[in-house]
């Protein structure tokens, strides 16, 4: 409805829209229309605006109101049959039944006040009596007849198109009705018993669609809302149909009712239903990308250029269709930037012509404008919110909702003020708690919970958060490099002076060049509506570009870059500046620095407040603090294909205009200027691959100048300052830094949206868990630090994983073109020079890769820091930082420390030398009693090893972490050697691994008891090792077949061991299949020096059955589960859906595996085929889909096994962090995070997991049904239904039993 719309009727009281605002439409053929209505005043605005829409043509200017709204009521009438015959809701074998809105609420009246459409069906036909469906009857016909009577009246007076399209719409809803009902009456005989309890049947008779009930009234399925009474066409009613229309109803009930059955009737979503959002607005490609440049010239201020890139989609109906709410929304707010509010409801005209429906945006934005209008009239504020409310919404709804800017919270408020002095914000109603048993008792606090606190002050973590604003403000941080200590030659310094006095040349050529570009795509002020590059280069100071270009040279290995990858990286880094910026803009920063001072009384140690969870917290505050700009920030992140578009014309100036001069030792010779960065081809795959690559110079120059600095963007370093909590899927970790909560491939946006449609107390479970992750303060092991550093500037050393640097990269091999060489010697030679070269571009990578993590935690030495968290789709948690976190290699979780230590008490000195033995590896099959006794006898080597490290025995070098277990040494020695080991504080890390920790979920899933057994849920006196059970299991297969006379099981005699089998083992959880685990059995019998290599393939093809026996056996609930799991994702991803589940925790879950769709970029440089996967337009891909549901469902449920202790743990005062299945606490708290573990594990699989799974896939894809005759679609569809709705059976372990297992985590 328009913004300003007027009532049918001049007697209805609101003033019409021309005493009110003149609203012209944009669009060309309506201003047409607009100026011929100005000769006609006394008409209304509204019904003309109906009279010429772009859905029903232009007709005579004789027309009546009262024929416009019969016509219409039969178009709408037409649409509401269209819907039912596109959808069988509910697996029903029949034609389903409407009843009318407002005689509904008639029953309603007849019955108690009963909402008769949310009733079973035997209860509703109790509820009518046969005097009322008598008189409901008649009067339906009566009434029908009069209309049809009415419309063949004024009929004669048209001949036009609606009437055709009208019976165009009504063939085509007969023969899809009677198509439909002959598939489902099929599919009613087919289905089993079983299949057809939810089913409720109804009779279809008579020919061209027409239908009656069995009963005396219409039969609705209890899950669907109520609507008009079916009608075999628009013009008759069959005189069997039981109709109950006793009322008259109005315009506004029917286009509601429109609109109800597309929600309520379309319950199965296609893939791109993934791509909405909860107004409805599409986020395709080319809404995302308008979207995207609208929101860019809005930054920008380019009121002219958005305006005109709306106008030129919205002219053209196809164009049109491209267009979603929130783009007519960011316009408007412009507009009211500006004060015109004749332009807002032109565009509220424009939504309307668009068949959309104006959000609450679109209101926030008109009443904004009004507030900023010195004297806009208090009529037209009121007939804003009285249509406000008209279209469902409500005042309040505005500023719970709505996202503000700068004093837009104001300016509304001032406008709804003007008319009603009186109004105030009701308070928030209280949080609604996750209603999942697992976590009830977490959020009851039944019993006083003081959560802990970190061991800062109040001011001190003031200053922290002040130093963690001003780096992100600044975007980039620039620090020095571990390799700063070697001694500086004059070479160094040289070279160093050349590389400075290059950049400012290469600043000056690229800024020129820059500047030049821009304005070119500047073009022509007349054609400002094509979409270009223009906004996204003015979004920033043209320096800061070049400054990005210029610090990206430095970052492009020697051998090359794919364009690809670099183009991404200048896209993102363009973006994340851009982000920051408008929160700069929006007046953000004063708010959340409000904000977090106020929170900091909740962590800070001399504070008393600690009743409240973070998230709590911050939301309470952000509910009292109800003024300025909302923390939220409507961040509408760019394609996939805009941001590698930017970067290619970044790495095209690059490459042009970035020179170097050649012949500089020689003065009488002329300069001669090359390129720096080539563009050439290589080949990855037998793919094609565009590559940059760094001019042989330029390497040598950088190599020399061996640089101390390293520039890094602010959100790749840890924070100096408690993370911000998250307190939704849009606001959260950094202060200004943009972050997802769900991390996923690059492009995708169905998992965001999938948040946001979420009840939000659903997620709190969630949020809380990477709030206590987040929240945990650490530091750097500096004596480890300064060991490693040596290390690294002395070659490194592969045996200790510290990479050497290139200078020990194998010598190139020489090729003499000249030189007579044979063709065989030729191809050795070829293959030598590409291994060294393989070699050398492998040791760059991980060379830089140390570099950055050490010069990281170097810098972070004397510093407390922090690793905001964020999730996989999958629920698994990660930490922000790439570089340096807790989930990196040996060497990085050797240098990290916990910020906060506690005393090791009675047993910690224990759990100390327990995980050092776990780390060594030595002793994996022996109890802990055992371990510990094991590192008494070694004491020696333990002290020894954390004297001497590199002087001495050396015992800790051989270990399997080396790095950790001589950190380990180095605290037992601090510990052991100190006056009273219990009172010894430690800051280390104890970690507790689970054991196979997938073979676990699954053995719980079925209760397994051997497979219980194998993987440590049953409690035993010592660690069971799934692979060895299992190598073993093998081997008893290989005697029965050798006795047999096979040969290749007399061949494997003696060859087969834990080793040969592990990695199969640990991977079959994750759904290899049988020829990935050939693969990885193959590669462990080549590493085998003994066994004979002619018979490799034989004997991997021949141990992986037996391997896959052996689990089956072993795990007779695994396999049957896994398999219902994995052909359950194939029949549903064949019917054209994406794989969704939910977990026990409540988070909701979509796998983005879809078919490739390939886009096509072009540049200057090249033409670059992008691969999208992840478009959920595309249809699902079946195989991907299927392959990764086990292993996916599998993450999820260990996923909420850690959520659920970092909870527990929060609350009982225990630090804990993860590293997915590795939990990590003080060696003074193991105990009580193993107890917490055990419970909540034992919580978590006494929940019917299975069952709930089948059930929501049963609900979610029931609505699959295929509309067309194909047999073996209907098959497919019977039996998708019948495997989701198949209860799988389970065994007999109990699970109890875990709680007192030793070695479950150990």
Request: hydrophobic letters at 35%; proline letters at 5%.
């Amino acid at each position: 409805m328009s913004l300003l719309r007027l009532c049918s009727s001049r007697s209805s009281g609101p003033a019409t829209l021309r005493e009110l605002l003149l609203l012209p439409s944009g669009c060309h053929r309506c201003l047409q229309l607009r100026t011929h209505l100005a000769g006609s005043p006394e008409q209304s605005w509204g019904s003309f605006r109906r009279n010429y829409s772009s859905i029903i043509p232009k007709k005579d200017d004789g027309k009546n109101q009262t024929w416009e709204r019969a016509r219409l009521l039969q178009v709408l009438k037409a649409r509401m049959q269209q819907l039912q015959a596109d959808n069988v809701t509910e697996m029903k074998c029949t034609e389903v039944q409407f009843v009318n809105r407002i005689n509904v609420t008639h029953l309603e009246s007849l019955s108690g006040r009963k909402n008769l459409t949310f009733l079973p069906d035997s209860e509703l036909e109790k509820s009518f009596n046969l005097n009322t469906v008598a008189a409901v009857k008649e009067k339906a016909a009566k009434e029908q007849m009069d209309k049809k009577c009415h419309i063949e009246t004024i009929g004669p007076k048209t001949t036009s198109a609606p009437s055709k399209w009208i019976e165009k719409l009504d063939k085509e809803k007969h023969n899809k009705t009677k198509r439909q009902l002959n598939i489902v009456k099929k599919m009613k005989e087919s289905l089993p018993l079983s299949s057809m309890k939810n089913v409720t049947g109804t009779k279809s008779t008579g020919t061209g669609g027409k239908s009656t009930s069995k009963g005396s009234a219409a039969k609705t399925p209890v899950t669907h809302t109520a609507s008009s009474s079916v009608m075999s066409s628009p013009h008759a009613v069959h005189p069997d149909t039981k109709s109950n229309a006793v009322h008259d109803f109005s315009l506004e009930d029917v286009l509601a009712e429109v609109e109800n059955l597309d929600q309520q009737l379309n319950k199965w979503e296609p893939s791109a239903k993934l791509l909405e959002d909860e107004d409805g607005n599409k986020y395709g490609d080319t809404q995302r990308n308008i979207l995207s440049y609208v929101d860019t010239c809005a930054f920008i201020n380019d009121l002219d250029r958005a305006h005109q890139c709306v106008m030129f989609h919205h002219r053209i109906l196809t164009r049109r269709k491209q267009l979603n709410v929130k783009i007519y929304s960011v316009l408007m707010h412009l507009w009211a930037k500006k004060g015109s509010l004749n332009q807002i409801g032109k565009l509220f005209t424009l939504v309307e012509e668009a068949g959309l429906k104006p959000n609450l945006d679109c209101y926030m934005a008109a009443l904004e404008c009004m507030g900023r209008m010195e004297n806009c009239s208090s009529r037209v504020i009121e007939r804003c919110l009285q249509q406000l409310k008209e279209d469902g919404f409500t005042t309040q709804d505005l500023f719970k909702t709505c996202v503000f800017r700068k004093d837009e919270r104001e300016m509304v408020m001032k406008a709804i003020c003007a008319v009603s002095p009186d109004f105030q914000l009701q308070p928030e109603p209280e949080v609604e708690f996750c209603q999942s048993p697992l976590v009830n008792h977490f959020y009851s606090k039944v019993e006083t919970v003081k959560y802990p606190k970190l061991h800062l002050c109040v001011q001190e973590m003031k200053e922290r958060f002040d130093r963690q604003l001003s780096k992100e403000q600044a975007d980039t941080i620039t620090i020095d490099s571990v390799e700063v200590t070697k001694p500086i030659t004059e070479k160094m310094k040289r070279m160093r002076n050349r590389l400075t006095d290059l950049r400012a040349k290469w600043q000056k050529s690229l800024l020129q060049a820059f500047r030049e570009f821009k304005l070119h795509l500047a073009g022509d002020k007349s054609c400002s509506w094509r979409m270009n590059l223009y906004p996204y280069l003015c979004l920033l100071d043209d320096k800061e570009y070049v400054d990005i270009m210029i610090q990206n040279i430095a970052n492009i290995p020697p051998n090359g870059e794919a364009l690809l990858t670099i183009a991404k990286e200048l896209g993102n880094r363009i973006y994340n500046k851009y982000a920051i910026r408008k929160k700069i803009k929006n007046e953000m920063v004063d708010k959340i620095k409000e904000i977090y001072y106020a929170y900091i009384e909740l962590l800070a140690k001399d504070s008393e407040l600690n009743n409240f969870l973070p998230r709590e917290y911050l939301m309470k505050l952000e509910r009292e603090m109800n003024l300025g700009p909302s923390l939220l920030s409507e961040d509408s992140p760019w394609p996939h294909f805009l941001i590698v578009h930017l970067g290619t014309h970044l790495v095209d100036l690059m490459v042009r205009e970035i020179k170097i001069p050649i012949n500089t030792q020689n003065p009488r010779h002329e300069k001669k200027f090359i390129p720096v960065l080539y563009h050439m081809y290589s080949f990855r795959s037998n793919k094609q691959i565009g590559f940059i690559k760094p001019h042989p110079i330029l390497t040598q120059i950088l190599s020399e100048a061996a640089e101390t600095t390293l520039i890094f963007d602010s959100c790749v370093m840890p924070m100096v300052c408690a993370p911000i909590p998250w307190t939704s899927p849009r606001f959260g970790a950094y202060v200004l830094t943009p972050t997802k909560l769900m991390r996923c491939v690059e492009g995708a946006l169905q998992h965001q949206l999938l948040l946001q449609k979420c009840k939000s107390s659903d997620l709190h479970p969630v949020l809380d868990s990477l709030n206590q992750l987040g929240n945990c303060a650490w530091k750097v092991n500096k004596p480890m630090l300064d060991l490693i550093i040596s290390i690294f500037n002395d070659k490194g050393s592969e045996k200790l994983e510290i990479p050497p640097p290139l200078s020990e990269a194998p010598d190139m091999p020489k090729f003499d073109p000249k030189s007579e060489i044979s063709p065989a010697a030729k191809s050795v030679l070829k293959k030598k020079i590409a291994w060294a070269r393989k070699r050398a571009a492998e040791m760059h990578s991980l060379r830089m890769d140390a570099l950055y993590k050490l010069s990281i935690a170097n810098h972070m030495r004397d510093d407390t820091f922090w690793f905001p968290h964020n999730m996989d789709f999958r629920g698994r948690t990660y930490p922000c930082p790439p570089y340096f976190n807790h989930l990196g290699s040996d060497v990085t979780r050797a240098v990290l420390l916990f910020a906060e230590g506690k005393p090791l008490g009675e047993h910690g000195l224990n759990w100390l030398k327990i995980h050092l033995v776990n780390l060594t590896g030595f002793k994996k099959k022996c109890s802990l009693k055992e371990r510990l006794d094991y590192a008494d006898g070694v004491m020696d080597n333990i002290l020894d090893s954390a004297d001497n490290p590199l002087t001495g025995r050396k015992w800790w070098m051989n270990a399997d972490e080396p790095w950790q277990t001589l950190a380990c040494c180095t605290e037992i020695a601090h510990a052991v050697r100190s006056p009273d080991p219990t009172k010894y504080i430690s800051y280390f890390p104890v970690h507790q691994d689970g054991s196979c920790n997938g073979l676990q979920h699954y053995a719980a899933l079925g209760r397994d008891v051997i497979g219980a057994t194998s993987v440590n849920l049953k409690p035993c006196e010592v660690p069971q090792d799934v692979y060895s059970g299992v190598a073993l299991q093998v081997e008893e297969f290989r005697k029965q077949d050798a006795e047999k006379g096979i040969k290749i099981a007399q061949i494997l005699e003696g060859f087969i061991n834990r080793k040969v089998v592990k990695q199969t083992v640990m991977t079959v959880v994750y759904g290899v299949t049988r020829f990935g685990g050939r693969l990885q059995i193959e590669k462990r019998l080549k590493e085998v020096e003994d066994f004979p290599k002619d018979h490799v393939w034989d004997a991997s093809h021949y141990l992986v059955r037996q391997v896959f026996s052996s689990l089956k056996e072993m795990f007779t609930g695994t396999r049957e589960i896994q398999d219902w799991l994995t052909e359950s994702a194939r029949l549903i991803s064949k019917s054209g859906s994406s794989v969704q589940w939910v977990t026990p925790l409540g988070l909701p879950i979509v796998q983005p595996y879809h078919r490739t769709r390939t886009t096509l970029l072009r540049s200057n440089l090249q033409n670059l085929k992008l691969q999208i996967s992840h478009d959920a337009t595309q249809r699902p891909d079946t195989v991907k889909q299927k392959n990764a549901f086990a292993p996916n469902f599998i993450h999820s449920l260990d996923s909420t096994h850690m959520m659920l202790t970092a909870l527990y743990c929060y609350s009982a005062g225990v630090t804990f962090v993860s590293v997915h299945d590795c939990f990590w606490t003080h060696a003074f708290t193991v105990d009580v995070m193993n107890k917490v573990c055990r419970e909540q594990f034992v919580a978590l699989h006494s929940q019917p997991i299975l069952r709930d799974l089948s059930k929501f896939l049963v609900n979610k894809y029931r609505y699959n049904i295929p509309a067309d005759r194909k047999s073996k679609k209907l098959q497919d569809y019977q039996r998708m239904m019948e495997l989701l709705s198949k209860v799988l059976k389970t065994g007999e372990f109990d699970l109890e039993k875990v709680k007192e297992s030793t070695y479950f985590f150990s």
